[in-house]
């Protein structure tokens, strides 16, 4: 079967990596997937064994993602715009997927539904028709309106098959963050968490007894790779790993080693072994996106959460909240991001017993595929 992934990632990289991981799933069942995404482009990312298309990209002005801008930093005007919907149609019509999947909408990406509604309404006029999911994670942004939600139940009852939720209900149910209406919840299968094989401990101990600090692909996490280089010259007897990461990591992470000075403290970019890392680490600090969390709940590494909190956004804060009951998490809110309430934080956590996810379940994409396949079946 040909599957479709739809993902437009505005401001981290975070929704396309979590499309991939789901494109790899669905690949490895032995499924012909393509991938189209329309962010920026972010080759750190593995697409390995998928077709990946590339729409022209757009990225959100800051945290308003009301305001689409492209790669050069123009707004994002109506030819634009137009040429993007034009190549998403001539993408779906090359293709022909038997399973569409839109990641994200029409639970958001609400600046972009001219594209989505256009594409749902080929993808239901074409014969015979994909099966349409939606893939959304465990916490959305709460909708602002009564009437965004009520928009977003009309698309999904007239276009979608279902909707895919990436967690574990046992842990976090829609609710939590979405209003779910009994129409609604008639079209919710949770999957799990979509998270890709737990790394295990670095064969090499990179990161051993070290303080790990991460803030995504984006350049919001510059205020947590300050407090943790003020941090890490009060807690001496550790040593700080910065990793940046973004299109300009090298020459932020240089900037950050000259900043740190004598400290001891290693900036440097993003690393691949990163998962396997927080198997060895003292600690970690980061903000609180759906990869990430899941990482660190898989790991099981003691964890200091500042989650991202700019322009209204709340999805992080309800995550950090909802992760904070286990043992082994700390939530520093960014208001209060200052060496001695990090500090604080983090000789709390590494005092704490063990953390056990095991039964947690993070086979969301293995979950998602066999959906899809039973789905697609029924036709």
């Not at 510059?222 to 700080?240: V, Y």
């Not at 060895?280 to 099981?300: F, H, I, K, P, R």
């Not at 960014?334 to 060496?339: C, E, W």
Request: charged fraction near 20%; glycine fraction near 8%.
């Amino acid at each position: 079967m040909k599957v479709m992934i739809v993902v437009t990632h505005l401001l981290g990289t975070g929704h396309l990596s979590r499309a991939l991981t789901l494109g790899r799933a669905f690949a490895g069942a032995g499924h012909r997937v393509c991938v189209v995404s329309g962010g920026m482009p972010a080759p750190q990312l593995d697409h390995t064994g998928l077709d990946l298309c590339q729409l022209p990209p757009l990225r959100s002005d800051g945290v308003d993602f009301t305001r689409l801008l492209t790669d050069s930093g123009a707004p994002a005007d109506t030819s634009f715009l137009a040429t993007r919907q034009a190549a998403l149609m001539e993408e779906f019509r090359r293709f022909h997927p038997d399973v569409l999947i839109t990641e994200l909408y029409p639970f958001g990406r609400r600046s972009l539904k001219a594209e989505f509604l256009a594409l749902l309404e080929t993808a239901k006029s074409h014969q015979p028709p994909p099966v349409v999911l939606s893939s959304i994670r465990d916490i959305l942004a709460p909708p602002s309106k009564p009437a965004k939600a009520e928009e977003a139940e009309t698309v999904v009852e007239r276009y979608f098959d279902a909707v895919l939720v990436h967690s574990d209900p046992s842990a976090t149910r829609l609710e939590v963050s979405w209003p779910v209406t009994p129409l609604l919840a008639r079209k919710l299968r949770y999957t799990g968490y979509v998270a890709p094989p737990a790394a295990g401990s670095h064969p090499a101990h990179a990161g051993k007894g070290e303080i790990i600090v991460s803030a995504g692909g984006g350049p919001v996490g510059k205020p947590i790779f300050h407090a943790a280089i003020e941090t890490a010259r009060k807690m001496t007897n550790r040593r700080w790993r910065l990793l940046v990461g973004g299109a300009d990591a090298s020459a932020r992470a240089a900037e950050l080693q000259a900043l740190a000075a004598d400290a001891s403290v290693l900036a440097e970019p993003a690393r691949p072994d990163f998962r396997s890392m927080l198997y060895e680490a003292a600690a970690s600090v980061s903000m609180c996106g759906y990869n990430t969390a899941l990482d660190l709940m898989q790991a099981g590494t003691p964890s200091v959460i500042v989650p991202f909190d700019d322009g209204k956004e709340v999805e992080q804060g309800l995550r950090a909240r909802a992760l904070s009951g286990m043992p082994g998490f700390a939530v520093v809110e960014s208001v209060d991001l200052k060496a001695e309430n990090l500090e604080r934080a983090l000789l709390n956590v590494m005092c704490d017993p063990p953390r056990d996810s095991s039964e947690l379940k993070f086979d969301g994409a293995a979950e998602s595929v066999r959906i899809a396949e039973e789905l697609e079946a029924a036709r």
